[in-house]
């Protein structure tokens, strides 16, 4: 596992090597744990690879990434093991090119290149509880909570749900409809 990879074996028996960002909480699974990963495979003509997420949001960024010219998987990787899914939204959302330069690999004109195609896709983070410090504050009213404790009960996980629930930014709706804004906002 030191050098990226893990072998994430299925109910049957298959296993399968997986390429996870060198941040991934994946890494405090112990053999035998059961995980859920959630996976993108790149086929080339020379290669076939997985590359593995601890959630959604993870692998939708992850795919963002390697839309943008010059970008790659490898590439993409580099750039989500240097930053947290978090930090690297706020990092594009926020222009700032030094933060994504610092993944190996990835110099400045391909970081300005990943904010210039990204900014817009990576949305606002001055409504979703973001604070500049780069520490998440949710205070939110007992409709948001209740569908953020739904949410979680769905199988998200806590920062997903306060994350997806906290860009509403309609503050007069009632818990369903938040839980339905939400799961439109995650997918």
Known sequence: MADGTAVIETVSGIGFLVNLPANSPLYKNLEGDDVKVFTAMMVREDDMSLYGFENKEELDLFKMLITVNGVGAKAGMSIMSVLPAMELRR??????????SAASGVGK???????????????????????????????????????????????????????????????????EDYIKAALKEMF
């Open 91 to 100: 990092a594009i959302a926020g222009g700032d090119v030094k933060a994504i």
């Open 109 to 175: 004109k391909t970081a300005e290149r990943v904010i210039l195609e990204l900014k817009d896709k990576v949305g606002d983070f001055s409504d979703s509880g973001i604070m500049p410090g780069g520490t998440e504050s949710f205070t939110f009213s007992s409709e948001r909570t209740e569908a953020v404790s739904a949410l979680m009960a769905l199988g998200y996980s806590k920062s997903e749900a306060e994350t997806a629930v906290g860009r509403i930014l309609d503050d007069s709706l009632k818990c």
